[in-house]
């Protein structure tokens, strides 16, 4: 048997959070910390989720610990029903053939957290809507070893054994299991302050079957899409789908009006139900835990070697051998007992390790008193600590971390901290093409930042016993317990990519080189400041921080823009998972916090999850730089994306009176595609005076409650139009007519249309014809379903007719993460473009041969 744990990810800004993966042969296992980013190193280190049946999170239950795990069920969920999928044709064809259904995979998951962790997954459920993975949290409300008597793991399957260690300021209440004896609840009063009595103990038990059923419903629910309910339409409750069937009896959509209106008519109507979970309005209530949760996992000891020499001497026949390895006794030679002690050599401990999560300084006298560490039942076979430490906490400058590793010094302690990580480039194929990038157009594609030097340096005298984790290192737990660092990820050699461009792709750099000659030409620059001398704000930058569509991939991550517009300050236009980390990749840790001390809003075109997953963490850091008390940040959304906002702050500081709800609602209760929004702002507030443009935005035709927005700045007239997800809108294009900006998404290619259509996004000549009509002076087109970074071609005749071209001075572009582009420098931007696609070609073609 081969088992060994493997460190996927260390904390850098690609993702703050640490995690480990336990490999056995039928399965693996998560530990850690799930961070935003988590998914994109692993499909950096090709490390697949497909095996993974637990996840044991460590640390508080919080955005930071978790901020990366509903994007790794969505993956797993998809991955699980394209193999119920396959499966099911397979099946299908024994079925022709007369035999029968091969045995389907039982697909499910199993999360391991401490307190919150259901009512965090169950903030989701307004945009998690799956039916292909049966997701089983296992929530840690009690401390399963209050009686420091007690040795036994509290979680057991065939491969390993877990003892959960939840650590709180404050000692939790023993076990549910354990018999509450009268000693016991005196283990001082703040240990029963959260619920005290019996009856408060039951409302907390079925506060939490709601969480529970919540979250099974989010996963796997029997809920169908063609399920239509018959009933009269003046019961319909809003909002709601609602079909009629029309005189040929087939149903298409109702358009009339609205069910509570006056003109309602007296017809029966077909309404979908909505998804179960989406159901539930309110959870019920909780705060953010101060705790955190921390583990020892262990193999199963192995039984001692068989001494054949000595079963034989005592007289047992061969046949018998294995009753003794099985543990039974058999007869020996003259009618004596064989035992198995008497031919089997000693049980061989199971080999392990710890991890040890501390989020908050505050918790590390109680963790370190911990009765398991001193338990040397437990901790026989720990050869290996993993340190998972926040930012505010170093081993150097604190004396009792230090001293208790020196007291553990038989074991190995790694450290995974982000103060003791260096902020090295975590995503290395990126982190290259950016490089390369720079080398070509240094003005839009600055070198991203990094840094390969600790922000903290270890301990001289703990250096035999301690190291800073990497990438890649692995311990092996069996069949010998070993360090294994063939598999270290070495630190990115970040010159070898301007090699690379030098000899792969001279020419890139010889079109780079007239390219500048031509912009730095008196004429260019007098061309160019003819033809948009009425162009508002040309300083105004656009920072691309994920271009990709769906999932995080390799070059390209989930959606989000930064805009910064001088004078007013700066906008993020969707804010995908780890939006807050490619803004420490472009501007530095303190960079990063300059611009978001600027930030005036974030706006939410849809609820799909790759648009903001990395909302809760940019307002986390937000809220933590020092800026004046009055500072709003305007969260600008629908309904159900506030909703989601505000509940997510019962688990996770938000400062949530310092967050402005900007609302984007339907004026009829049905947010048809094509229709204006109502945009409110709370009652009192003057958008202006908080650095606010004005907000109009429109229903759009991609999933429920999608829109489209328009951002104009009064003082300039500067007109930024943003469309999320979506087919075309003639509605979007009207109200961002004379935009000075369009930023589009076009996720697929022309000869793809179909997809495009059926999954309601649009193709780069229709994303072209909306700028079109829009008559929009710069077009910057993003969200990209392609593999590899490239240049599409652009059918001209989709910007319009020679004419219509000549008379508005059109640029287009496309979007690169971590590319800065000033509204003003399109034509300079352009000039680069032969350089940028001699060099992308040369890049596909290197990728496809390092495939095959
Ligand atoms: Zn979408």
């Known amino acids: 048997m081969l088992a060994y744990v493997q460190i996927v990810s260390v904390p850098s800004a690609d993702t703050p959070g640490a995690c480990l993966m336990l490999h056995f042969d039928n399965r693996r296992y998560l530990f850690g910390r799930i961070a935003e980013g988590t998914q994109r190193t692993m499909v950096q280190r090709k490390v697949s989720l497909a095996k993974i049946r637990d996840i044991f999170l460590s640390g508080a239950i919080d955005w930071q610990a978790t901020g990366g795990l509903l994007g790794v069920f969505l993956t797993l969920a998809d991955l699980k029903a394209a193999s119920a999928a396959d499966l099911e044709q397979v099946n299908a064809k024994l079925r022709s053939r007369g035999k029968q259904d091969t045995k389907s995979v039982p697909a499910q998951l199993n999360i391991h957290g401490g307190k919150n962790l259901v009512h965090m997954l169950a903030t989701a459920r307004r945009f998690i809507l799956r039916k292909a993975l049966p997701v089983h949290p296992r929530e840690l409300r009690h401390d399963p070893r209050s009686d420091e008597s007690k040795a036994e793991p509290d979680y057991e399957d065939e491969n390993i054994r877990v003892w959960s260690i939840p650590v709180s ?140 020499e000595a079963a034989t001497k005592l007289g047992v026949v061969k046949t018998d051998f294995k009753r003794l390895t099985m543990g039974q006794s058999v007869p020996g030679a003259d009618g004596t007992i064989v035992t198995p002690d008497m031919v089997m050599g000693a049980q061989i401990d199971g080999r392990g390790f710890a991890i040890l999560d501390i989020p908050f300084p505050d918790l590390i006298d109680p963790l370190l008193q911990r009765h398991e560490w001193s338990n040397p039942e437990i901790m026989k076979g720990i050869d290996t600590m993993y340190w998972i430490l926040s930012d505010d906490i170093t081993v150097s400058n604190d004396d009792r971390v230090q001293q208790f590793m020196k007291a553990h010094a038989s074991i190995k302690h790694i450290i995974l901290g982000s103060a003791m990580c260096p902020n090295v480039p975590g995503l290395e194929s990126p982190t290259s093409q950016l490089i390369k990038m720079n080398g070509i157009d240094p003005q839009r594609f600055p070198l991203p930042v990094f840094d390969t030097k600790p922000r903290s340096d270890l301990d001289k005298e703990l250096e035999p016993i301690a190291e800073v984790g990497r990438p890649g290192l692995q311990y092996q737990l069996a069949p010998r317990a070993t360090f294994i660092t063939d598999g270290v990820v070495p630190v990115m050699d970040t010159k070898r990519p301007i090699w690379e461009l030098m000899t792969y792709a001279p020419q890139a750099l010889e079109r780079a080189s007239a390219a500048r000659n031509a912009i730095a030409a008196p004429s260019f620059l007098t061309e160019v400041e003819k033809s948009q001398h009425d162009l508002p704000s040309p300083e105004t930058e656009i920072v691309p921080l994920g271009t990709g569509s769906a999932m995080p991939s390799k070059y390209r991550n989930v959606s989000a823009t930064l805009i910064r517009v001088p004078g007013w ?70 309904p159900k994306y506030q909703d989601f906002v505000r509940e997510v702050q019962s688990v996770q500081h938000l400062s949530g009176e310092r967050l402005l709800h900007v609302t984007l609602r339907s004026t009829s209760g049905r947010p048809m595609p094509g229709t204006l929004t109502k945009t409110s702002f709370p009652d009192g507030v003057d958008p202006e005076a908080l650095g606010l443009p004005r907000v109009e935005a429109c229903f759009v035709d991609h999933c429920y409650e999608a829109t489209a927005v328009v951002l104009t700045f009064p003082d300039t007239g500067l007109k930024i139009a943003y469309s999320g997800d979506c087919r075309p809108s003639a509605t979007f294009a009207e109200l961002g007519r004379g935009a000075h900006l369009l930023l589009h998404e076009c996720t697929f290619e022309d000869e793809l249309g179909g997809d495009a259509l059926a999954k309601k996004h649009s193709t780069l000549s229709e994303a072209l014809d909306v700028g079109r009509q829009m008559r929009a002076r710069r077009i910057l087109l993003t969200h990209f379903s392609q593999r590899y970074p490239k240049l599409p071609v652009i ?55 390092d495939e095959e």
Not at 192 to 216: C, F, G, P, T, Y
Not at 575 to 598: I, M, P, S, W
Request: hydrophobic share 35%; with cysteine; proline share 7%.
């Open 795 to 849: 059918n001209e005749a989709a910007l319009g007719t020679e004419e219509e071209k000549e008379s508005r001075d059109v640029d287009v572009l496309f979007a690169f993460d971590m590319m800065r582009l000033k509204l003003g420098e399109f034509k300079q931007a352009k000039a680069f473009l032969p350089a940028l696609r001699e060099l992308l070609q040369e890049g596909e073609k290197q990728e496809e041969e």
């Open 169 to 308: 300021v404050t000692p939790l209440k023993p076990s549910a299991s354990e018999p509450h004896s009268p000693k016991k609840r005196k283990l001082g009063p703040a240990s029963d302050a959260e619920a005290e009595s019996e009856q408060d103990l039951a409302e907390e038990e079925a506060d939490q079957r709601i969480r529970e059923a919540v979250v099974k419903d989010m996963f796997c629910s029997k809920w169908n899409l063609d399920t239509l309910r018959e009933m009269k339409l003046k019961d319909v409750q809003l909002p709601a789908k609602i079909f009629i069937r029309n005189d040929q009896g087939h149903i298409e959509p109702y358009d009339g009006p609205d069910p509570s209106s006056s003109s309602c008519p007296d017809i029966n109507v077909l309404v979908r139900l909505p998804w179960p979970a989406a159901k539930i309005e309110r959870l019920p209530p909780t705060s953010p835990a101060q705790r955190s949760m921390c583990y020892i996992v262990k193999c199963h000891p192995r039984r001692g070697k068989f001494n054949v």
């Open 569 to 638: 300050g700066s906008y993020i236009l969707d804010c995908g998972e780890n939006t807050l980390g490619q803004l420490h990749r472009c501007f530095g840790y303190e960079g990063a916090d300059e611009v978001l001390k600027d930030l005036r809003a974030i706006y939410i075109s849809h609820l799909h999850a790759d648009h903001h997953l990395g909302t809760v963490s940019v307002i986390a850091r937000w809220r933590q730089l020092s800026l004046p008390a009055d500072r709003k940040l305007a969260i600008i959304a629908t």
